[in-house]
C-alpha cells in the first residue's frame, strides 16, 4: 500500500468533447471526495457550453484535434502528481470513501506478487442494461474477468505505472487496451471496484464499428499481444452473447449484443472508414481530417480493409 494522505494533491485528467450534460455533475462528484486535485483537461473544441464548465471549476484546459488516444496521451504528459485520476466527463460518482477505498488497494501486492498499479473504479450502474447483463453473467461464472476488466474512464494509477507510455495518435478508441498491456509490461496489474455511481456511456449502441476499427489498428501496432481482445469481441462474441442469453433467458440480451459484435465485425473490416465518431454516432465524413485517417505523425499507416 503506498503512502497518501486526502491531503496530497493528484493530477485529475479528463478527456471533453460536447461534454456539457453531464460534466458539472461529474466534477461536483468528484470535488465531493478528492479534497486535493489539480483538474487537466483536453478538449477536442467543443461547441456546447462545455469550456465555461470547466473554467467554473478551475481546469487547466488544452486543445487536441488528433485522437482520443492522443488526448489520454497529452493528460498523462502533462501531469506530475505521484498518483492520477483519469476520469470521464460522464462519469458520476456518488458513493462516499470510494477515493479512500481505491487508495488503500494502489500498490498493494495481488494473489501472483505483481504490485497494482491501477485500480478502475466501476459504477455500479452502466446504461444500456442489454450490455451490463451480458457482463456481469460472465463475471458471476468467471470472476477473473471482473479481476483484470479494464477502462480508463475512471480508473486511478501510480504514475510509475504509465511510466515511458506513448499511446499511438491513430487510436481513436482501445486505448484503454494500450494502457492495460503498457501496464502489464511495466510488471504491474491492475484490479477493479465496485461503487455506487453511473458512467452514461453515450453512443454505446453506435460504438461497435468505432471500437472493431481500433482494434484492428491496435492489433497492427501490437501485433499478438492484441489477439485476446479481437478473438473475444470480434469472433468469439456472438457465441457468448448467445449462451448468456439462453442460461438467463433474456432475447433482448441477445439481440442488442449481436448487433453490437456485427459492428465490431464490420468496424474491424473496414478500420479506415470507421476509426473516428462523430458526436451522431455516425462514421466521419471522408472530407474531414482525411490525410490522418491514412497515417499518424509517426507514418505508421492505419490498416485497409
Not at 478502475?120 to 452502466?126: A, C, D, S
Not at 469472433?235 to 456485427?262: E, H, Q, S, V
Amino acid at each position: 500500500m503506498i503512502m497518501h494522505t486526502r491531503q496530497e494533491r493528484i493530477d485529475v485528467l479528463m478527456p471533453t468533447y460536447n461534454s456539457a450534460k453531464y460534466l458539472d455533475s461529474a466534477l461536483r462528484s468528484l470535488e465531493k471526495s478528492v479534497l486535493s486535485h489539480r483538474l487537466i483537461v483536453v478538449d477536442h473544441h467543443s461547441k456546447d457550453g462545455t469550456l465555461e464548465v470547466l473554467k467554473k471549476h478551475k481546469a487547466d484546459v488544452y486543445f487536441d484535434d488528433k485522437s482520443l488516444g492522443n488526448a489520454r496521451q497529452i493528460l498523462f504528459e502533462k501531469s506530475s502528481s505521484r498518483v492520477l485520476l483519469m476520469l470521464d466527463s460522464d462519469v458520476v460518482i456518488y458513493e462516499r470513501g470510494w477515493y479512500e477505498k481505491a487508495i488503500k488497494l494502489l500498490g498493494t501486492p495481488s494473489e501472483d506478487g505483481r504490485l497494482i498499479g491501477a485500480v478502475v473504479i466501476l459504477p455500479r450502474v452502466n446504461p444500456p442494461v442489454e450490455l451490463e447483463k451480458f457482463k456481469r453473467f460472465w463475471w458471476r461464472l468467471l470472476p477473473s474477468l471482473q479481476h483484470d476488466f479494464f477502462v480508463t474512464h475512471s480508473t486511478l494509477f501510480l504514475r510509475d505505472s504509465i511510466k515511458g507510455i506513448h499511446i499511438p495518435e491513430q487510436l481513436g478508441a482501445a486505448e484503454d487496451v494500450y494502457v492495460w498491456l503498457h501496464i502489464r509490461r511495466r510488471g504491474y496489474v491492475s484490479r477493479t471496484i465496485m461503487v455506487d455511481g453511473i458512467h452514461h456511456f453515450t453512443l454505446s449502441e453506435k460504438k461497435g464499428r468505432w471500437m472493431g476499427a481500433n482494434l484492428r489498428i491496435l492489433q497492427s501496432i501490437v501485433g499478438r499481444e492484441a489477439l485476446q481482445f479481437v478473438l473475444r469481441n470480434v469472433f468469439f462474441y456472438p457465441f457468448l452473447a448467445f449462451l448468456a442469453a439462453m442460461f438467463t433467458r433474456d432475447p433482448g440480451m441477445l439481440r442488442y449484443n449481436i448487433r453490437r459484435w456485427f459492428g465490431y465485425l464490420v468496424g474491424y473490416l473496414f478500420p479506415k472508414r470507421y476509426w473516428q465518431i462523430n458526436r451522431d454516432g455516425t462514421s466521419p465524413s471522408r472530407s474531414c481530417g482525411q490525410a490522418a485517417v491514412h497515417r499518424d505523425s509517426s507514418n505508421q499507416a492505419i490498416p485497409e480493409s
